[in-house]
């Protein structure tokens, strides 16, 4: 029973993403995963306290997958840290305008996990920060650009684009018109040009 | 009767008010402020067509409050372009933390309007972007900011500052660590600082 731990966890994680992207946090219930995978509820809760626990981990999942694509940019070689900064802004904001579109009732599980996991949330900002930071730095080293504060530079950069990435505001198309993505990140980049004179 | 219109409709807005900030907009129904009105639900509606309807007259007032403040600022003389500029913001991050500190259920009422008055919403933002593109227009005649299209260069401020304002998101202080409000307005002004050399 001990090796099919990790397993069966995982067949859990799998099911529950389904639920979660496909029917929405708030109507999948943890006895509808256990049916799913023909188990018992309480086998279910053999892995997971609550459904709670089931949604950081599937999110845990998800947000490792957007920190590895903006860490994989940050690392390309052959390009600026200009171009880094904006190719990676520009990836997490497809990414989270692709998953919306696909999965619309995704936002369930960011609401949940806004209300009642902030660990999962502080825990995806600050890697994706950190990620900015590291290009920020390198643009810094390289002359391109200019911050007292690298952390604090990246950690405004990251603010700046939540409406075009956070899962509860770039769904909202028909709402406020706002500036075109390239526009914001021009006006961000100029935050961090050198200073002359 | 006709008379009694316009004073009608004022009193079941305000009692609507009443409801949405303190028992939620989802919680409350037509009927529930008609009682409280000691009148019937039909005498509602033939004022609002439906609690959608409300919703919209009561998040009108409400934005118009937040758009005098704002432009009461912006017309405040003895203060510089920036002072105005700084000045406005903050005020728009105090009083979207009072409001949710004072009536934590007032996001149902901006999450229905998100979902289903959009214009509501587009001219709540357009209103405060205006008042921002007039600020930084002066900020650039008194030489104190640069911008190739002011009417952008306010866009992105104002998206900027989402963080610290949208009523959706400012409630979230267990949230992920984000830069002060200072740091980020001077990181934004650094986006207007007139470029030398």
Redo the contacts between chains.
């Keep these: 029973m001990e090796e099919s731990g990790p397993s069966t966890r995982c067949r859990i994680m799998a099911t529950a993403s389904e639920f979660f992207h496909e029917i929405g946090y708030q109507k999948t219930t943890v006895a509808d995963i256990a049916r799913a995978l023909k188990m018992s509820p309480a086998n279910v809760y053999r892995f997971f306290d609550s459904k709670k626990a089931i949604n950081e981990a599937v999110l845990e999942r998800l947000i490792g997958e957007v920190e590895a694509l903006v860490a994989g940019i940050a690392d390309r070689s052959g390009l600026s840290p200009t171009e880094r900064l904006v190719t990676a802004i520009e990836a997490l904001h497809r990414h989270s305008m692709d998953r919306y579109e696909r999965f619309p009732r995704i936002h369930e599980m960011v609401e949940a996990a806004?209300g009642e996991s902030?660990e999962v949330?502080?825990h995806?900002?600050?890697g994706i920060t950190a990620v900015f930071e590291r290009i920020v730095r390198e643009g810094i080293a390289a002359g391109e650009f200019e911050a007292e504060d690298p952390a604090?530079?990246a950690?405004?950069?990251h603010?700046?684009i939540?409406?075009y990435t956070?899962p509860?505001?770039v769904g909202?198309a028909?709402?406020?018109?706002?500036?075109s993505l390239d526009?914001?990140i021009a006006?961000?980049l100029?935050?961090l040009?050198p200073?002359?004179?």
């Design positions: 806004m902030w949330c502080r995806h900002v600050a604090v530079a950690g405004c950069i603010v700046g939540i409406r956070h509860l505001l909202q028909m709402l406020p018109p706002v500036p526009a914001m006006y961000l100029r935050g040009a200073r002359k004179g």
